[in-house]
């Protein structure tokens, strides 16, 4: 049974940083493209980031650059997404997918206030 698990989110103030955690089983992790897509409230799915499968190419949500870096370890099976600068338009639950988005974790919140 394929499972992505989240991590890592929380209240965090403006300017602030996390590290997301993205933990995979079930299937061969290093086989796949892997992406990171939040949803605030209210709001549609917004794509963040994908990394390929030898964590060689990233790829980011143009309007993300900069603050946002994605990583992965295929030893731990465990993808990263680290946010800097910290912004209250970040606010949302982070999602990470697999392939072309056929498998989804259950999210983790992160919410960004003073």
């Known amino acids: 049974e394929v499972q992505l698990v989240e991590s890592g989110g929380g209240l965090v103030q403006p300017g602030g940083s996390l590290r997301l955690s993205c933990v995979a089983s079930?299937?061969?992790?290093?086989?796949?493209?892997m992406s990171w897509v939040r949803q605030a409230a209210g709001k549609g799915l917004e794509w963040v980031s994908m990394?390929?499968?030898?964590?060689?190419?990233?790829y980011y949500r143009q309007s993300l650059r900069g603050r946002f870096t994605v990583s992965r370890d295929d030893a731990k099976n465990t993808m990263y997404l680290e946010i800097n600068v910290l912004k209250p338009e970040d606010t949302a639950v982070y999602y990470c997918?697999?392939?072309?988005?056929?498998?989804w974790g259950q999210g983790t919140q992160v919410t960004v206030s003073s």
């Open positions: 079930g299937f061969t992790f290093e086989d796949y493209p």
């Open positions: 990394i390929s499968m030898d964590g060689g190419s990233k």
């Open positions: 997918t697999r392939g072309e988005w056929e498998s």
